[in-house]
Nanobody
Framework: QVQLVESGGGLVQAGDSLRLSCVGS????????MGWFRQAPGKEREFVAG????????YYADSAKGRFTISGDNAKNTVYLQMTSLKTEDTAVYFC?????????????WGQGTQVTVSS
């Protein structure tokens, strides 16, 4: 089992920056990838960014490219999402997730989410 706890959400204005953190505990040695997802009201959960725990390769949704940066600290079992130039459409609950299968890459552990609200 892997437990994930997000923090860092809040209310900001458009154009501001915010950094989200996610700390993993438990069987973290099983983690292959970690990622950030978000879900806005009335919309489906969508992928935002991901990072390979072994290679540190990063992946981004088009909406995040150029504005968001995902990074990780293996020693602290922590993944970060630095968000800049925030827009009102970035308002959502942001979830941290971990993938423990090297074969499927499916994100099988999830945090409880942290609310990010961007006002105009």
């Amino acid at each position: 089992q892997v437990q994930l706890v997000e923090s860092g959400g809040g209310l900001v204005q458009a154009g501001d920056s915010l950094r989200l953190s996610c700390v993993g505990s438990g069987r973290t040695f099983n983690i292959w990838n970690m990622g950030w997802f978000r879900q806005a009201p009335g919309k489906e959960r969508e992928f935002v960014a991901g990072i390979s725990w072994s290679s540190a390769n990063t992946y981004y949704a088009d909406s995040a490219k150029g504005r968001f940066t995902i990074s990780g600290d293996n020693a602290k079992n922590t993944v970060y999402l630095q968000m800049t130039s925030l827009k009102t459409e970035d308002t959502a609950v942001y979830f941290c997730a971990a993938a423990t299968s090297r074969v499927t890459g499916v994100y099988d552990y999830w945090g409880q989410g942290t609310q990010v609200t961007v006002s105009s």
